[in-house]
């Protein structure tokens, strides 16, 4: 089983800051993958990481994929009250297990 | 559109009382399964299928059946239900099992009293 471990659990901060989650794992991931699930709502994927080193931008969301691929970072900057939510990371591939997720609460 | 369904979204019922959550997914895809969310715990798998007919555990499927009788279907069946089932529970499909996207169903209150 490989053990996902997501950091912080909850982070909380003012509209206009960056941040920075994290997923770790003492595993080797062929590749991962971060949703993003909003109150009432199932989760929804953000990007896919595949490559040692990858680094992938969606808007103010940069993902990174760690060079031994056992590690991901996801760093949004200039935080919006739009990306309050649950940062969860998933390997896809086997028993799907994911993160714990991070509580990402931005206010205005 | 493309999308997975859930049914109830809300449901209250009381201990032993037997229930079907259905879950329904209009993209052809092999792989369904279903998780269960709780706080501070995450999104923990109950079960999965691989195909029609295919069925397999996942990390907490104590208390929970299923089954594939066609692609598109995969109900999850609380056959006498208890306060610990209390959750929130997600139905997801992908095309296959192997890195690609999973979608998920908008989500299913449960309370059990």
Known sequence: TQLLEQSPQFLSIQEGENLTVYCNS??????????????????????TVV?????????????????????????????????TGLYLCLHPRGKLQFGAGTQVVVTP | EAQVTQNPRYLITVTGKKLTVTCS???????????????????????????????????????????RKEKRNFPLILESPSPNQTSLYFCASSSFLGGETQYFGPGTRLLVL
Do not use: C
Not at chain 2, 25 to 52: A, C, F, K, T
């Open chain 1, 26 to 47: 003492s595993s080797v991931f062929s590749s991962l993958q971060w949703y993003r699930q909003e109150p009432g709502e199932g989760p929804v994927l953000l990007v």
């Open chain 1, 51 to 83: 490559t040692g080193g990858e680094v992938k931008k969606l808007k103010r969301l940069t993902f990174q994929f760690g060079d031994a691929r056992k590690d991901s970072s996801l760093h949004i900057t200039a935080a919006q009250p739009g990306d």
């Open chain 2, 25 to 67: 997914q209009n993209m052809n895809h092999e792989y369904m399964s279903w998780y269960r969310q709780d706080p501070g715990l995450g999104l923990r798998q109950i079960y999965y299928s691989m195909n029609v007919e295919v069925t397999d555990k996942g990390d907490v499927p104590e208390g929970y059946k299923v089954s």
